[in-house]
């Protein structure tokens, strides 16, 4: 394994990309090109327990992730992945939110929040770098909760942020990568890796696409959790597919359409 610095060097250039390249991944793309990147998914619940699952919540609907990036007058990169029951959030959602660095490394904000019939919780976690510290705000329909805890050395990195630095470092990754991973107010260490990559059709066209894992790095506190992300095979790295893991449960988000066609930028 290797540290992940050695994997960031360089990770604002530019992935030069021929027309034909572009034409490929564009897909059903149905906006202008511009600095906001919209994806729309269907998800279903995948396991054993699927059956289980489905009397207290929907195991199939609609999922949306959103990136904006830095436009005129902003300096960071948000990111959120909204996931709801077939009839939209009415009926339900899971919500995950990052504002990352404009390098697309660092976690300044994370969010994760549901709400399924009477149930709900949110919490925001705010990094003060300078003073290493997280300001959390837990918010359920009882009550709300916040406190300061001290930070660990380095960056913090949600999942988002996380799926964010896969694509964009997709064709440099080709060992397993040691890092961190901050979700439900801890750090765990993890462990990033390339696995074997897949062919996803979409929109009538078969297209290439690399695989990556997050999992739980041994000798540590122990990450309850796992994701596996499958990026097209080209600059724009979309992500074809999203698989998280927790506990025992699984969701799978397949891709179904691009609503907005920002330009990835990827690292050779």
């Known amino acids: 394994m290797f540290n992940i610095r050695g994997v960031i060097v360089g990770v604002m250039m530019l992935l030069a ?6 034409q490929a991944t564009e897909l059903n ?15 279903r619940v995948r396991g054993a327990l ?9 195991t199939s609907g609609l999922g949306h992730l959103r990136t904006v990036f830095p436009a005129a007058g902003s300096s960071t990169i948000s990111s959120e992945l909204l996931i709801t029951a077939p009839r939209g959030k009415v009926d339900g959602f899971y919500h995950y939110q990052s504002e990352m660095e404009q390098s697309g490394l660092t976690t300044l904000m994370t969010y994760s929040g549901y709400a399924w019939g009477s149930r709900a919780r949110g919490e925001r976690t705010s990094f003060d770098y300078a003073r290493r510290v997280a300001r959390i705000r837990k918010e359920t329909p009882e009550k709300v ?27 440099r990754i080709t060992a397993p990568v040691t890092t961190s991973i901050y979700s439900d107010g801890k750090e765990y260490p993890v462990v990033f890796r390339p696995i074997e990559g897949k062919t996803f059709e979409i ?13 739980d790095a041994p000798g540590g506190k122990t990450w309850p959790g796992n994701v596996k992300v499958y990026v097209s095979d080209d600059a724009r790295r979309i992500p074809l597919r999203i698989d ?7 969701l799978q988000l397949d891709l179904q359409s691009v609503e907005a066609c920002r330009f990835m930028q990827a690292v050779r």
């Not at 699927?50 to 919540?57: D, S």
């Not at 916040?146 to 964009?168: C, N, S």
């Not at 998280?244 to 699984?250: D, E, G, L, P, V």
């Open 29 to 43: 793309c149905r906006g202008r090109a511009g600095h906001v990147e919209e994806f729309q998914y269907s998800w």
């Open 17 to 22: 990309t021929g027309t034909a390249s572009l």
């Open 145 to 171: 909760e916040t406190r300061v805890k001290a930070l660990p050395e380095g960056e913090m990195r949600d999942v988002l942020t996380a799926i964010y630095f896969l694509r964009q470092n997709a064709g």
């Open 50 to 58: 699927r059956w289980v699952a489905g009397l207290i919540i929907p």
């Open 244 to 250: 998280i893991t927790r506990s025992i449960s699984a």
């Open 203 to 215: 929109d009538g066209r078969h297209l290439p696409a690399r695989g990556f894992e997050i999992i």
